[in-house]
């Protein structure tokens, strides 16, 4: 009696964890792997015995028998719960019925197994027939692996990916002119990389985001944060890698119907402050969601074939009122859809197939002051089709080959696409497309990968290689031009006057722009890697990587103008158990990181671009209003709607080309020492469980320091400032003295020479000629970006009753660069931001970055009331973003433009030529985040029909904080005229948001 109950409670199985941190050892992208050992009770390993591992609801099943050291292993297997049983001459049978495996890691176990009839007194029971895993020591990835749907059961998350990467400890929210977009240790939006089932989704025209695919469409999403190895590549930020839900032998299906109500939302605080303010009158900001799903699962033909379906109804809906009383709503109610085969050809071979259609248009309505109204379209998605085929060819080598397909709609129209765009002096687009860009194209990706795994014991150790090849062909084609082919800006000149002079004080000017660009453009991106998880003894582990990465991109006449070598990214990683007992790892990590160059850069840059910018004086509006803001305002209010153009009085003041329209010659636009942009990264951390101590019994704790610097960055830059220079540097007569090429924009890196060979049709005196410009001579400084991190963490696993997980992040970033984007003015033009683009624009640029947050601290958990209640809560504490002063270069020596409010100096005076300088960062800082969610999910009794039927209601920022997320940072309007709103609250928190919702699945 005494030995049955022992047996009883050592056998309880342990639960999939919601949230756990990742693995390193056999990281792959769709599958994860089971390794054990098989001991007696007295410790010792035991061989010879047959361990049958099976897939919970599959036919999938694989046999081994252990060897000497007890061990056996079921490599790149579905994730998902497993069924384990041990059996052998002169032992006791023991089956675990839920044994869980995470995407991408490995689930080391310990399992003990009794001899029969080895017990014959209560002296000599012990706890036999039960499995355990302490510290994962082949861990060196930093991040949370997340199973979705329990995830969502018991904490409050937004319905998104996003919601997903923020559990993670230094993720922080990106910029809101991004989307709802994240940054990753410190690293810009515009540099994570996305994988569904094996298959990049990323948007590759400039790396911000990428498909939009819904929340129960996926099962396990694995987000890294740092630390991954080498057959993770095209990042310099964060990995986020995950795997779609599929189906068993088993019939299982659900639906689900959720709506965030307007009515039960709460209001923010308006950021306008009066007359001239150029901000929102946010307490007008509606919002209103609502999106139900239907999927259903199981056998096609049992035990061989299995299917999911998935469709998601969505309906969003958004409204603004800006200060001009324009009202604008936004309606998004396309579907998705989409769903996977899995094929089981035998035991050993399995091919999956995955379709998703998220293709969806978005669609703007604008209803004017004067009664007039027009509709926008964003356009956005496309369809993605993956075919993938693992292989364990022996218990020794698995062999995987994928394909895929994407496409992704880039383009924006609307009803008024024919009239010019107009801009008043309070920022408000006030005719024409309210985009101001419009835009046809579309992306298209192929993508080619095949992986190994081979297993190699007693060679020094035992060995996990690791290799593979990849390869994305990426194809875009883009039209863009403003809306009606211009685009009209009205400034009010300050007190001083602006432009230097050109323009009289307290007067009404515009600034005509032209932009036309458009043609197809391909970009091939191909990889190899080997990876080593090395266990040299038993308790050290090594990981030893290289990744060799190269990047093409074509011109718009399809000739390569900018191709890097296979740059070398080594892995280092190891683990090293502290006592030997596997409950405290030591771990430490060195990686380099390369991402490729947007396909944005082969739009903007190696394409027939047309841009132009001119400054006008003006005599008068649209013919009959008076040139003044006075009467800029009474002809947009005057109804039949009038046009509002301006009569431009004479040439301009001021005409600046900064692309000239043409196709450049290719070897004009590439510094040819140009290399690739990539990150170095640092990682040191200790682990440890906790045994033995019963009030914190299963508990993890864990620190690590991580410290990434950006090595190289690629950035454009306009040679026109410095041209005249490098003339007199190397005697060339001003009389021939030419220029780049038309537009004298270069790819180079920064704080490096130049070496180009410049257009023969621009600079005939050095036709065919290559020469290097010193950096001397360039006169910007080298791009850098440091972060520096010490990660907290103490985590409680779910045991069916309660969880916690909470985090504490001190960091800093600090640099001259944020990323591919740059959030200061929300430029999404990755790898051609105007960070580098003119010298004088780099003085004071470096600074606390954007994305830096000093101190960060989250917290999360649940707990199951009743066996048929569960609450639970998501907190964060988050110190705020600096700020510096953003307006025009106040000098007349030629580095840089007067004309554009972009550099690092502001006039706060308003006379002529008063700027000062106001580094990044430096002059003032916004307000702490806060935030507090909660939820209540009740599973109502059933028992005519099978299945759970659950009521929920989650409550996000229950105390309705208002903290500022975003403030002012341009401190003038115009060249000398000072902006009334610098330092004023630009952006609130969402306001209190009530989501309730209602579940059913079988």
């Known amino acids: 009696m005494l030995a049955s109950i022992a047996l009883v409670a050592a056998a309880a199985p342990a639960v999939i964890l919601a949230v756990a941190p990742t693995a390193a050892s056999a990281q792959d992208f769709t599958t994860g792997t089971i390794e054990g050992t098989v001991l007696n009770t007295s410790g010792q390993p035991v061989s010879g015995v047959t361990v049958t591992v099976s897939q919970n609801g599959r036919s999938l099943t694989r046999s081994f028998t252990t060897g000497a050291s007890g061990e056996f292993r079921a490599s790149q297997i579905p994730v998902g719960s497993y069924t384990v049983t041990i059996s052998g001459a002169g032992y006791e049978s023991y089956t675990d019925a839920n044994v869980p495996v995470t995407l991408g890691s490995t689930a080391d176990f310990d399992f003990v197994i009794r001899a029969v009839g080895a017990a014959t007194s209560v002296d000599e029971i012990v706890v036999v027939g039960t499995r355990s895993s ?31 990467q923020l559990l993670a400890p230094t993720t922080t929210q990106g910029d809101a002119a991004f989307g709802n977009e994240i940054s990753i240790s410190g690293s810009s939006v515009g540099e994570n990389v996305y994988y569904l089932n094996g298959f990049n989704i990323t948007n590759f025209r400039n790396f911000v985001g990428g498909n939009t695919v819904p929340f129960e469409f996926y099962d396990q999403v694995d987000v890294k944060t740092g630390g991954f190895q080498a057959e993770f590549g095209r990042s310099t930020g964060g990995a986020v890698i995950a795997v779609s839900r599929s189906g068993g032998d088993q019939f299982e299906g659900g639906f689900n119907y ?75 109610d396309d579907p998705f859809y989409g769903g996977k085969l899995d094929l089981l050809l035998n035991q050993d071979h399995r091919l999956e197939i995955t379709y998703f259609s998220d293709d969806q248009t978005q669609v703007i309505n604008q209803r004017f002051s004067n009664g007039d109204s027009s509709n926008t379209f964003n356009f956005d998605g496309g369809e993605t089709t993956i075919v993938k085929y693992t292989g364990n060819l022996t218990d020794w080598f698995t062999l995987s080959a994928l394909y895929g397909e994407g496409s992704f709609n880039q383009t924006v129209s609307g009803d008024l696409d024919g009239e010019i765009s107009i801009v008043d002096t309070a920022l ?11 835009s046809q194209g579309e992306d298209e990706r ?67 722009r032209n932009y036309q660009s458009g043609g197809a453009y391909e970009t091939e991106q191909e990889a190899f890697y080997v990876q080593d998880a090395w266990d040299v003894t038993d308790r050290l582990s090594l990981q030893l990587g290289l990744r060799a990465e190269k990047f093409s991109n074509f011109n718009a006449a399809g000739e390569v103008f900018v191709e890097t070598d296979f740059d070398i990214s080594p ?35 190696a394409g027939n671009e047309l841009f132009t910018q001119d400054f006008y004086n003006i005599s008068n509006i649209a013919g009959s209003y008076p040139a003044t803001v006075a009467g800029l305002n009474a002809c947009l209010a005057a109804s039949p709607r009038n046009n509002c153009l301006p009569t431009l009085s004479g040439a301009p003041v001021l005409a600046e080309v900064l692309s000239p329209g043409v196709v450049p010659e290719s070897q004009s636009l590439v510094s040819e020492n140009l290399e690739a942009q990539y990150q170095d990264e640092f990682i040191v951390g200790v682990q440890h469980e906790v045994t033995n101590f019963a009030p914190l019994d299963g508990w993890n704790f864990s620190a690590t320091y991580i410290y990434r610097d950006l090595k190289s960055v690629m950035e454009d830059f306009d040679t026109n400032y410095i041209i005249e220079n490098y003339c007199d540097f190397a005697g060339i007569a001003a009389a021939v003295c030419g220029s780049i090429n038309g537009a004298g924009y270069v790819l180079l890196n920064p704080g490096k020479d130049l070496i180009i060979t410049p257009d023969s049709s621009t600079f005939p005196a050095l036709a065919g000629q290559t020469i290097t410009i010193p950096a001397s001579i360039l006169d910007i400084p080298e ?22 997980r909470a985090s504490a992040v001190f960091a800093e970033s600090k640099g001259n660069i944020e990323g591919g984007v740059k ?163 630009s952006a609130y928190q969402t306001p209190r948001t009530v989501r309730v919702g209602v579940s059913y699945r079988f």
């Open 258 to 332: 959720y709506i965030e109500p307007e009515d039960l939302r709460g209001e923010v605080p308006d950021t306008y402050v009066g007359p001239g303010s150029s901000l929102g009158l946010d307490s007008l900001d509606t919002a209103q969601r609502q999106d139900a799903n239907v999927w259903l699962s199981g056998p096609i033909w049992r035990d061989h074939a299995y299917f999911f379906g998935f469709y998601n109804w969505r309906d969003i809906e958004t409204g603004s009122t800006d200060t001009a009383g324009t009202v604008q709503t936004g309606v998004r």
């Open 783 to 804: 791009a850098t970006r440091t972060y520096r991190a010490l990660e907290l963490v103490a985590e409680r696993p779910w045991d069916g009753l309660w969880s916690l």
């Open 446 to 512: 192929t993508m080619y990968r095949i992986d190994g795994d081979l297993y190699v014991n007693g060679l020094f150790g035992d060995h996990h290689f690791r290799f593979g090849y990849d390869r994305e062909d990426l194809a875009s084609s883009a039209v863009s031009l403003y809306s009606g082919g211009r685009y009209y800006r009205y400034y009010l000149a300050g007190s001083g006057g602006a432009l230097g002079g050109r323009i009289a004080p307290n007067t009404v000017y515009v600034r005509d």
């Open 823 to 985: 959030s200061d003015n929300g430029q999404s033009d990755t790898g051609l931001t105007q960070d580098f683009d003119e010298p004088g624009w780099t003085d004071g640029s470096y600074g606390f970055l954007p994305n830096h947050r000093g101190q960060t601290f989250k917290i999360f958990g649940s707990w199951a009331v009743t066996e048929d209640v569960t609450v639970g809560f998501n907190a964060i504490l988050q110190s705020p973003r600096k700020y510096g002063c953003i307006g025009s270069y106040p000098f007349s020596d030629g580095r840089a433009s007067r004309s554009t409010i972009t550099a690092w100096y502001c006039n706060r005076t308003g006379a002529p030529g008063a700027g000062v300088l106001t580094p990044r960062g430096s002059q003032f800082e916004g307000e702490w985040f806060k935030n507090v969610d909660v939820s209540l999910a009740w599973n109502l009794p059933m028992s005519a029909v099978p299945g759970r039927l659950q009521l929920r209601a989650d409550v996000f920022n229950v105390f309705d904080f208002e903290s500022a997320t975003d403030f002012v940072e341009t401190g003038e309007l115009s060249t000398d005229s000072s902006n009334p709103d610098y330092q004023r609250i």
């Open 428 to 438: 408000n687009i006030v005719r024409g497309n309210p985009a101001l860009l419009i």
């Open 134 to 164: 302490a510290v994962d020591f082949n861990r060196t990835t930093t991040g949370v692996t997340v199973n979705v749907q329990e995830t969502f059961d018991r904490i409050p998350t937004a319905r998104n990916l996003a919601a997903i």
């Open 571 to 605: 892995r280092l990683g190891m683990t090293y158990d502290v006592f030997g007992d596997r409950t405290t790892s030591l771990r430490a990590f060195y990686g380099r990181y390369y991402i490729p160059i947007a396909a944005n850069t082969n739009i903007r840059m």
